[in-house]
C-alpha cells in the first residue's frame, strides 16, 4: 500500500502556504465571487506545484525571480476578475511561493530554497526595508533590492537558514 503522507505534507503546505498569502494580502477583490475565489486557489496550488519541480534541484537566483513574475503574470492574467486591482501582486506570488518552498523544505523534500518568505516580520529586520508592506509591493526591481539587502543582513547564511532563526526569535519575544 502506498503511502499517503506525501499527498497529507503537500496538502499541509499549500494550506499554510495559501494562508499565509491571503491572510494580510489584500488579495481578492470586493467583488469577487466565491467561485472566482477558488479557480484562484486551484490555480494557485497548479502553478506551485507545476513550479515545484524546478526545484528538486538547486534553482538560481535568476531563475527563482523568473518564477516569481511568471505566477504574478500567468494568474494576474486568468484570474483578474477575482483579484484587487485586477492582479496578483509580486509580493503576494514571493510570499506563496517562498512561503511553500520554506514548508517543503523543513519537510525534507527540496534542497535549501533560494530566498525565505518575506512579511512584515522579516521586512521589519532588514535594513532599507523597515517600511516596505509585501501587501502593496508590486515591483520586481523593488523585491530584488530586497533581497539585496536581506542578503547583507544574513551575513553569509543562506536566506532560509536565516529566517528560520528570525522566526524562532520572532516567537521568543513576542514579535509574531
Same mark, same amino acid.
Given at each position: 500500500m502506498k503511502s499517503k503522507r506525501p499527498a497529507f505534507l503537500?496538502? !499541509?503546505?499549500?494550506?499554510?502556504?495559501?494562508?499565509?498569502? !491571503?491572510?494580510?494580502? =489584500? %488579495?481578492?477583490?470586493?467583488?469577487?465571487?466565491?467561485?472566482?475565489?477558488?479557480?484562484?486557489?486551484?490555480?494557485?496550488?497548479?502553478?506551485?506545484?507545476?513550479? %515545484?519541480?524546478?526545484?528538486?534541484?538547486? !534553482?538560481?537566483?535568476?531563475?527563482?525571480?523568473?518564477?516569481?513574475?511568471?505566477? @504574478?503574470?500567468?494568474?494576474?492574467? @486568468? =484570474?483578474?476578475?477575482?483579484? @484587487?486591482d485586477g492582479r496578483f501582486r509580486i509580493g503576494s506570488a514571493q510570499k506563496a511561493l517562498n512561503l511553500y518552498l520554506k514548508l517543503l523544505w523543513c519537510f525534507n523534500h527540496i534542497p535549501t530554497p533560494p530566498h525565505c518568505p518575506f512579511d512584515a516580520i522579516v521586512l521589519s529586520r532588514v535594513p532599507g526595508c523597515r517600511n516596505v508592506k509585501w501587501t502593496k509591493l508590486d515591483s520586481l526591481p523593488e523585491y530584488q533590492r530586497i533581497v539585496a539587502c536581506a542578503r547583507v543582513a544574513a551575513n553569509g547564511t543562506s536566506l532560509a537558514e536565516w529566517e528560520l532563526d528570525l522566526y524562532r526569535s520572532a516567537r521568543v519575544t513576542g514579535g509574531a
Open positions: 503537500a496538502d !499541509v503546505a499549500f494550506g499554510i502556504a495559501f494562508s499565509g498569502t !491571503v491572510q494580510r494580502g =489584500h %488579495l481578492y477583490s470586493e467583488n469577487s465571487t466565491e467561485i472566482q475565489r477558488r479557480a484562484f486557489r486551484s490555480a494557485l496550488r497548479e502553478a506551485l506545484e507545476a513550479l %515545484l519541480g524546478d526545484y528538486r534541484n538547486e !534553482v538560481s537566483e535568476e531563475q527563482h525571480f523568473a518564477n516569481i513574475k511568471r505566477l @504574478k503574470q500567468t494568474l494576474s492574467g @486568468k =484570474h483578474s476578475s477575482a483579484l @484587487k
